[in-house]
DNA sequence: ACCTGTACTAACCTTTTTGTCAGTATGCCT
DNA sequence: AGGCATACTGACAAAAAGGTTAGTACAGGT
């Protein structure tokens, strides 16, 4: 009797994590917002090539996902602070998996 | 002296990793070729969804940065398989960190 | 002579993702 | 009265990613 291969199905880990962090921009954003909170002005000049934009469109789909919390202080001018929630967090091993495997990737002798 | 918050560069080893395994098909594939080596046909059995163009096309981009190699076996009509490579073998542990993101965060209360 | 299975290529099109740019609201400062 | 700073929103456009379809080559089987 051979191995049983593992099948991928439409609804597997791997395929749930790509439609939660998957993009150019979601992961960096959570990496910044793991070295601390920071508010839209802050998280602009740590991404130096966001655009204002893809910044607060991607925040906002990490809010609905609640990998990040907001904080609306009720100021004028306005302040508002982004942090990483509990869920936020649980995806500081996944990012460093990948910086793990870049360093690899590189020192590998071709 | 405040700690210096870490700055995300235009070449950072999360941009490094996404640019190699970013996508929709990639780390499935290479998440299937890590449970055995396959042929095209049965890659495409594997992972139901993907096109045959899409699988060639990200078999090829995955040749080109060593992370998949190819065996003709010089047969009619042709055979050919796909493995994994030594450096393809790096990205096992971000697919295990992907899972166990995924698997955390469905557990999670909300 | 034709159909089958295998591993492709190429042209074309659709969808998704990302980017640009202009505009809104508010209160303070000059 | 006008400018500044902040955190947005919305229309639109460009670019990237993904998908569909048709076609190639070859040997074996019917």
Chains 1, 2 share one sequence.
Request: charged residues 25%.
């Amino acid at each position: 009797m051979p191995t049983t291969p593992i099948i991928i199905t439409a609804r597997c880990p791997i395929r749930t994590t790509l439609e939660l962090l998957g993009g150019k921009w979601k992961l960096l954003i959570l990496f910044q917002l793991a070295q601390q909170p920071a508010r839209l002005s802050e998280l602009r000049r740590q991404i130096p090539d966001i655009s204002e934009k893809m910044l607060i469109q991607e925040l906002k789909t990490l809010m609905e996902h609640d990998l990040v919390a907001r904080t609306n202080y009720g100021e004028v001018p306005p302040r508002v602070d982004y942090r990483l929630t509990d869920r936020g967090r649980l995806a500081l091993p996944l990012i460093e998996a990948m910086r793990n495997f870049a360093l690899q990737y590189e020192n590998e002798k071709t």
